[in-house]
């Protein structure tokens, strides 16, 4: 089993929409959870960071943790075309390699006009 | 601001060539890493240092591939002899301090024919 799962869609969806991208994960200790979004052709560019459980609110982003369920979410509000992109999360613990990230295999999102 | 450098963008090679591609971190960051990205297995970490010393090298693939980082603000990922299966993108990412979130370059191209 993976560390951590993530639906790699594509997700289509009109402007305006609200966006889900969802990620599960296996470790209980894992503490520390990233979104970062990916335009074709270009590195992964963080967009939200968090610690331990719950929401974090960013303009039109949010991103929320839940532990119990090992599940953290990413939702877009008013989504735009210039958020047609790859989503990736990442997570990491406080044991062990404490500077290794493992990231999900990432999302497609279009996002028609 | 300057970001994470890598160099080239793109290179294209006979299969038995050797590779070596080029990272600049961004200054004052004391951790580097080294990914692949590929369609069937997504990012891959291949090696990470932290204050220029290799800590985590679990996971190049084989002994054609090495890495060192001479200096603080330059990194090298070698190919020799490279095959197609080496074809991917590989990204360079730094970071500064523990479990903070890592920048990521935009990555070099390679395609090994």
Same mark, same amino acid.
């Given at each position: 089993q993976k560390e951590v799962e993530q639906d790699p869609g594509p997700l289509s969806v009109p402007e305006g929409a609200i966006v889900s991208l969802n990620c599960t994960y &296996?470790?209980?200790?894992?503490?520390y959870f990233m979104w970062y979004r990916q335009y074709s052709r270009k590195g992964p560019e963080l967009l939200m960071y968090t610690y331990s459980s719950g929401n974090k609110e960013d303009g039109r982003f949010t991103a929320q943790v839940d532990k119990s369920s090992k599940y953290i979410s990413l939702f877009i509000r008013d &989504?735009?075309?210039?958020?047609s992109a790859t989503y990736l999360c990442a997570m990491n613990s406080e044991?062990?390699?404490?500077?290794k990230f493992y990231f999900g295999s990432g999302t497609k999102l279009n996002v028609k006009p | 601001d300057a970001g994470v450098i890598q160099s080239p963008r793109h290179e294209v090679t006979e299969m038995g060539q050797e590779v070596t591609l080029r990272c600049k971190p961004i200054s004052g960051h004391n951790s580097l890493f080294w990914y692949r990205q590929t369609m069937m297995r997504g990012l891959e970490l291949l090696i990470y240092f932290n204050n220029n010393v290799p800590?985590?090298?679990?996971?190049?693939?084989?002994?054609r591939f090495s890495a060192k980082m001479p200096n603080a603000s330059f990194s090298t990922l070698k190919i020799q002899?490279?095959?197609?299966?080496?074809s991917a993108v590989y990204f360079c990412a730094s970071s500064f301090g523990r479990k903070q979130p890592q920048h990521f370059g935009d990555g070099t191209r390679l395609s090994i024919l």
């Open positions: &296996s470790n209980s200790a894992f503490q &989504s735009q075309p210039s958020d044991e062990g390699n404490f500077n | 800590i985590d090298d679990s996971g190049m693939p084989e002994d002899p490279s095959e197609p299966r080496d």
